[in-house]
T-cell receptor
Framework: AQTVTQSQPEMSVQEAETVTLSCTYD???????LFWYKQPPSRQMILVIR??????QNATENRFSVNFQKAAKSFSLKISDSQLGDAAMYFC????????????FGKGTRLHILP | EPEVTQTPSHQVTQMGQEVILRCVPI?????FYWYRQILGQKVEFLVS????????KSEIFDDQFSVERPDGSNFTLKIRSTKLEDSAMYFC????????????FGSGTRLTVV
């Protein structure tokens, strides 16, 4: 069975600095998707960034980028120029490329932004 | 941008009562899901639904739970006899044909069982 592990329950970063959130996963499949979701205090699930496993290039969305290491099964999220609005719970997630497979979430990392 | 709409945003119910949580997925999506998140814990898969039947369900999704797509637009989750431990945030999600990997989540229904 697939698993997703986030080893950092909480992290803090100074405003305008860069922070990296770690995630590892385990799967025997070769084709899959990886995601980072942000959950602010409103508890809505917001997709931050998505990576297709068959793509070698790391995904980037404005200040958010990932470091995808397929062989190591590692998928970290880098937030540059951290802003107060980035404070939230961040979930790493995995989904098989099979047609309607479920998303498997990690336990999350709570990110605090220090002014 | 199309949204998944969930109602109500917050529901309080007495233990033993039936509740129905409602979702309107994105109109051209074909796969539908329910997840739940107990406060402070991770998001857990409950059930997936495609072509008017359940594709997969988790161990959490026991006989107390059921899903339905009654009219081609709504997608509902029913809990027959609520327990205190059913208190959680319930998220509906949908995804399109072709499975480009992207889900769209609704904003959730906070269920409180008292």
């Amino acid at each position: 069975a697939q698993t997703v592990t986030q080893s950092q329950p909480e992290m803090s970063v100074q405003e305008a600095e860069t922070v990296t959130l770690s995630c590892t996963y385990d799967t025997s499949e070769s084709d899959y998707y990886l995601f980072w979701y942000k959950q602010p205090p409103s508890r809505q699930m917001i997709l931050v960034i998505r990576q297709e496993a068959y793509k070698q290039q790391n995904a980037t969305e404005n200040r958010f980028s990932v470091n995808f290491q397929k062989a190591a099964k590692s998928f970290s999220l880098k937030i540059s120029d951290s802003q107060l609005g980035d404070a939230a719970m961040y979930f790493c997630a995995y989904r098989s490329a099979r047609r309607d497979d479920k998303i498997i979430f990690g336990k999350g990392t709570r990110l605090h932004i220090l002014p | 941008e199309p949204e998944v709409t969930q109602t109500p945003s917050h529901q309080v119910t007495q233990m033993g009562q039936e509740v129905i949580l409602r979702c309107v997925p994105i109109s051209n999506h074909l796969y539908f899901y329910w997840y739940r998140q107990i406060l402070g814990q991770k998001v857990e898969f409950l059930v997936s639904f495609y072509n008017n039947e359940i594709s997969e369900k988790s161990e959490i999704f026991d006989d107390q739970f059921s899903v339905e797509r009654p009219d081609g637009s709504n997608f509902t989750l029913k809990i027959r006899s609520t327990k205190l431990e059913d208190s959680a945030m319930y998220f509906c999600a949908s995804s399109p044909q072709g499975n480009e990997g992207g889900y769209t989540f609704g904003s959730g229904t906070r269920l409180t069982v008292v």
